[in-house]
């Protein structure tokens, strides 16, 4: 199963925090607190949110492999399937998208069960963690300018 981050991955979190004149540094995590000012609250955020724009393309290279996905977040779940859902202009992603899991946890490593367990994150400590247990990670590097163009490299032989 392929574990896909939301937040940085699928989601333009540091554009967004901008619009709250909230400056988040690449490869920077735990400062955030959500609701505590300046912070908004996680339903002021993802409704001014965008998604990344190789969102479809990052999906449909994934459903291409045969690749089984869900989404993995550490808060928020619910919020963030409402936004996604909303956001998709294409039918068919949104629809398989509606029946998918989107797991909140913010012990990510606890969804590795398996050698074919895969997690995509911008964060490297919770792929670092991910593959201590035995599973493969990709390291979605927001300090490249090309972070998306680097993971295609990476899964397209
Ligand atoms: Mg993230």
Known sequence: ??????????????GTAKK???????NEF???KWSEPPFPSPEEFYAKAEL?????????????AGGYFIFLTADFAEIKKRFILEKINNDIIRNSL???DFIESDQKSNYCDFPID????????????WRKKGGVAWHFDFASETPFEDFLKYWRR
């Open 20 to 26: 709250f004149g909230i400056e988040v540094k690449t």
């Open 98 to 100: 509606s029946k998918l």
């Open 52 to 64: 990344q724009p190789w969102f479809e393309p990052l999906i449909f290279n994934i459903i291409a």
């Open 1 to 14: 199963m392929i574990h896909i981050d939301i937040d940085g991955v699928l989601i333009d979190f540091i």
């Open 118 to 129: 895969m997690l995509i994150d911008d964060c490297a400590a919770n792929c670092e963690a």
């Open 30 to 32: 735990g400062k955030w």
